[in-house]
């Protein structure tokens, strides 16, 4: 199920109008009590709207907080690629007749953009990059040392670390989603119920009907 956070905040507005409405007005509690529906049959009612609420509320902070770890991630990425990028064509400069140095940094080839095989490739790059002497020589040439090799692997260390989190704010967004429509469903089916008894309860006062939000044909 989906629904816009515009349409179950209009839900919430709907259910809250209409709950409080039959709570407070001591005719409709009376009308709808002869039904079953007394005050702890409405408060049934509310307290799923009330869950709904901090639900909603803790279901968008997850999503903000899940958009805030992209970011950071995202950031981390953009900064080893701008080094990688550098250092990726000095060293196609260093080894351009070298086919078999090359293949071990994974120079040759399109640059790949899906996360976790970039990340695949740059990890490639700066492994072979450190264990291996010659590259290592060959990449000196052009200014590049193991120092500036190390700071990268750091860099990914910490991307690795920022995925994690990325990944963790993933999943609570997505229960948080889950629990929230499961209150949803909840909700639905008893202002569907509470509507149903109401129309017949009240069925000779339209005016109490409308305040609860239920339209009347004329």
């Known amino acids: 199920m989906y629904e816009s956070n515009l349409a179950i905040t209009k839900k919430i507005e709907v259910a809250n109008y209409s709950i409080t409405n039959a709570i407070n007005n001591p005719i409709i509690t009376t009308a709808l009590t002869a039904f ?26 997850e999503y903000i907080e899940q958009r805030a770890a992209t970011a950071d991630r ?63 020589d060959g990449l000196a040439r052009f200014n590049i040392t193991a120092a500036d090799l190390t700071d990268v692997q750091a860099l990914l ?15 609570e967004a997505q229960q948080a989603t889950l629990d929230r429509d499961t209150i949803i469903e909840a909700l639905d089916d008893w202002m569907s119920d509470f509507q149903g008894v109401a129309r017949i309860a009240l069925e000779a006062n339209p005016q109490l009907l409308e305040s609860l939000g239920i339209v009347v044909k004329r």
């Open 157 to 171: 260390t910490t991307l690795e670390d920022a995925e994690a989190i990325q990944k963790t704010q993933i999943g």
């Open 74 to 136: 995202d950031a981390i990425r953009t900064q080893i690629d701008e080094i990688y990028d550098r250092h990726l064509k000095l060293a196609k400069i260093a080894f351009k007749n070298e086919p078999n140095i090359l293949l071990a940094l994974e120079a040759d080839g399109p640059r790949e953009q899906a996360f976790d095989s970039w990340k695949g490739q740059v990890t490639a790059f700066y492994d072979a990059a450190l264990n291996n002497q010659p590259i290592s």
């Open 36 to 61: 079953g529906y007394d005050t702890t049959k409405l408060n049934e009612g509310k307290t799923l709207l009330d869950n709904l609420k901090v639900l909603q509320a803790g279901q968008k902070q």
